[in-house]
């Protein structure tokens, strides 16, 4: 999986990601995610995951995307899905996650 990550403006994160954000992968996706948001010299208070190019979503994947909600809420931050396919979108949703996360 190719993880591109892109400051916007001076407090925000663009997250590009491909293919499937599964339990080979998911643990490295959130962890390159949490690392740059930690290593920022600036409070990151958005951060915004493109789902353009991803496929699939596990549980794992999901853990990892709930795990960055709850770090930028501790911050008084926002976490945006952009993009999103419908079946993906069918899996937020499944598990209650439309009801807390922002979808663009």
């Known amino acids: 999986m190719d993880i591109i990550i892109k400051n916007v403006g001076l407090n925000g994160l663009m997250v590009y990601a491909s293919g499937r954000l599964d339990l080979d992968n998911a643990v490295e ?4 995610i949490k690392d740059t948001i930690e290593d920022s010299e600036e409070v990151i208070t958005e951060v915004i995951l493109d789902f353009a190019e991803i496929t699939f979503i596990s549980s794992f994947g999901l853990k990892v995307v709930l795990e960055l909600y709850k770090q930028l809420k501790t911050q008084n931050g926002v976490l945006k899905l952009k993009n999103v396919s419908e079946q993906l979108m069918g899996s937020f949703k499944i598990v209650g996650f439309d009801k807390f996360l ?3």
Do not use: N, R
């Not at 996706?29 to 390159?32: I, R, S």
């Open 29 to 32: 996706y959130g962890t390159k």
């Open 102 to 104: 922002v979808f663009e």
